[in-house]
T-cell receptor
Framework: EAGVTQFPSHSVIEKGQTVTLRCDPISGHDNLYWYRRVMGKEIKFLLH????????ESGMPNNRFLAERTGGTYSTLKVQPAELEDSGVYFC??????????FGPGTRLTVL | GENVEQHPSTLSVQEGDSAVIKCTYSDSASNYFPWYKQELGKRPQLIID?????GEKKDQRIAVTLNKTAKHFSLHITETQPEDSAVYFCAGVIGSGNTGKLIFGQGTTLQVKP
């Protein structure tokens, strides 16, 4: 069974540009989560999808971040416009039961 | 607010010794506590978890204990090996209704010296 995959693995952009991160969950997992780890700190929750619906987006930093999960399969997280403080590693995780979560390898975002 | 505190932030042990990492949580409604291991440049990997109706769980060299009254849980690694070197994160599921929102501790960098 394939694990959670994320694309790209690394992204370097300039302040003000737009970046879109993609996450493909484990097949059949209705629950999909986005997390972020900034500068070696703890991993922080961003939001949670159940199928295509946003269950909890309380961790989204501001309206420059937009997450979608059209069709309830893969998800995208768009940052527009990117700021310096958005740099970090963005993780996606999926779960069959809103409990045990399996993480992807992450996307390292660097905003210059 | 909801939070999970993890200690120590760094831990260095000699190969063969035991390592203990401790976490406390604030939300008494939390009922699921996973531990993740993240090796350099790799994804966080679930290594063990415990639910609130269990006090202790063991898997080979790894064990986790939970004290619901005191709201703390610990990871115990026995007979440590160099490949145990990694960053370890504790987490708790916060909130009700199985939302699955994980609140992570700050992480512990474990170094096992050969």
């Amino acid at each position: 069974e394939a694990g959670v995959t994320q694309f790209p693995s690394h992204s370097v952009i300039e302040k003000g540009q737009t970046v879109t991160l993609r996450c493909d969950p484990i097949s059949g997992h209705d629950n999909l989560y986005w997390y972020r780890r900034v500068m070696g700190k703890e991993i922080k929750f961003l939001l949670h999808f159940v199928k295509e619906s946003k269950q909890d987006e309380s961790g989204m930093p501001n309206n420059r971040f937009l997450a979608e999960r059209t069709g309830g399969t893969y998800s995208t997280l768009k940052v527009q416009p990117a700021e310096l403080e958005d740099s970090g590693v963005y993780f996606c995780a999926s779960s069959p039961n809103a409990d045990t979560q399996y993480f992807g390898p992450g996307t390292r975002l660097t905003v210059l | 607010g909801e939070n999970v505190e993890q200690h120590p932030s760094t831990l260095s042990v000699q190969e063969g010794d035991s390592a203990v990492i401790k976490c406390t949580y604030s939300d008494s409604a939390s009922n699921y506590f996973p531990w993740y291991k993240q090796e350099l440049g790799k994804r966080p990997q679930l290594i063990i978890d415990i639910r609130s109706n269990v006090g202790e769980k063991k898997d080979q060299r790894i064990a986790v204990t939970l004290n619901k009254t005191a709201k703390h849980f610990s990871l115990h690694i026995t007979e440590t090996q160099p490949e145990d070197s990694a960053v370890y994160f504790c987490a708790g599921v916060i909130g009700s209704g199985n939302t699955g929102k994980l609140i992570f501790g700050q992480g512990t960098t474990l170094q096992v010296k050969p």
